[in-house]
């Protein structure tokens, strides 16, 4: 009849219409199961909801395989423009301090999930490019993500870096400014805190942060030319009781005198927060040739627990300008943490 003929060319002109809405989705579909739920049923049309149901099914699938290549482009997009900053840090000095190496960052957010199962919160004082930041994002997948960047250039890198990496607005909170002098971040404390601190940084060791609540419990500052145990500090003051902090340092932070060695004498014995040291090799990196170490911070341990060091320095290979830690180096840092025992 005519109606039974202009239903069909009505459904055949909607198929058509919904094939064509979605045809740049044509090459992530199973082309069987594309004919299955394209073609309506016509042996079964009496019952009117097929086709409605084939095309509801349509739909559904292509919305599915939409968000599938829509986070596939974001990865190629996001680990592409991580790519393209890794080579800028590698030939450019000055911008290296704003950049984690690859391996370092892969290093530090396994160490976090060995102890962690999820994060509602990290944190990065220095965070540079926020590669750091989304390396922990990638492995536990944190609900807030915070940190600050002195340098204003690399404050809208990090930004841009978390819109490419498909992290909603709400989600993170990158502020601009001294870390130190002007902390955007005060009232907050954090599950996890991560930073590469600058090497050689300074800052003012001005008297009046003695009244600091980041440094009064210390009742001593740091010296002017050494930022490092303020940064130090900083991030302790942030670090919820059940949270752990990793921090990546000039190998200097070990074993400097004076007023750092007070400082890390009370850490170390009077608050009993450092659980691990890990010595990494020599030029590791893009902005100096000495070696550094990484710093694992925790405020809920025993009383008697002790504090784990591990040498990383021979495990490495070269790779260009710089020595990169392999698979297997990171293997072996991790299975040695985790179990506690000492490796040389």
Same mark, same amino acid.
């Given at each position: 009849?005519?109606?039974? %003929? ?255 060695? %007070? ?35 925790? %405020? ?45």
């Amino acid at each position: 009849s005519y109606s039974r %003929k202009n239903e069909r060319r009505m459904r055949s002109r909607r198929m058509n219409n919904i094939k064509a809405d979605f045809a740049e989705l044509d090459s992530l579909v199973d082309k069987n199961m594309q004919k299955n739920l394209i073609e309506p049923n016509y042996a079964l049309e009496e019952d009117a909801l097929v086709p409605e149901l084939n095309e509801y099914s349509l739909i559904k699938e292509s919305h599915q395989k939409e968000e599938a290549y829509e986070k596939y482009i974001d990865d190629i997009i996001g680990n592409s423009f991580e790519y393209l900053l890794s080579e800028f840090s590698l030939n450019s000095s000055n911008s290296s301090d704003y950049y984690t190496p690859n391996e370092v960052s892969t290093l530090i957010a396994k160490l976090i999930s060995s102890q962690k199962s999820r994060l509602e919160s990290v944190y990065d004082p220095c965070c540079g490019s926020a590669s750091l930041l989304l390396e922990i994002n990638k492995e536990l997948d944190c609900k807030f993500i915070c940190g600050q960047e002195l340098n204003a250039s690399f404050y809208n890198i990090a930004r841009e870096n978390m819109i490419l990496h498909n992290i909603h607005y709400k989600d993170f909170d990158i502020k601009q400014g001294d870390t130190l002098e002007q902390p955007q971040h005060l009232d907050y404390t954090f599950d996890a805190i991560v930073s590469q601190i600058p090497f050689n940084s300074r800052w003012s060791a001005d008297r009046s942060f003695l009244d600091d609540v980041r440094f009064m419990d210390y009742n001593i500052l740091p010296p002017h030319s050494k930022a490092d145990y303020a940064f130090i500090q900083h991030m302790l003051y942030h670090l919820n009781d059940d949270g752990i902090m990793i921090v990546v340092a000039p190998h200097g932070v070990l074993f400097r005198a004076a007023s750092e060695g %007070k400082i890390r004498r009370m850490i170390v014995e009077e608050f009993n927060y450092l659980d691990a040291v890990i010595g990494l090799p020599a030029n590791m990196f893009y902005s100096t040739n000495n070696p550094a170490c990484m710093m694992i911070f925790k %405020k809920n341990r025993d009383l008697y627990d002790d504090v784990l060091f591990i040498d990383a320095s021979r495990d490495f290979k070269k790779f260009k300008l710089i020595n990169n830690l392999r698979d297997k180096d990171i293997y072996k840092i991790l299975s040695t943490y985790y179990l506690r025992e000492e490796i040389e």
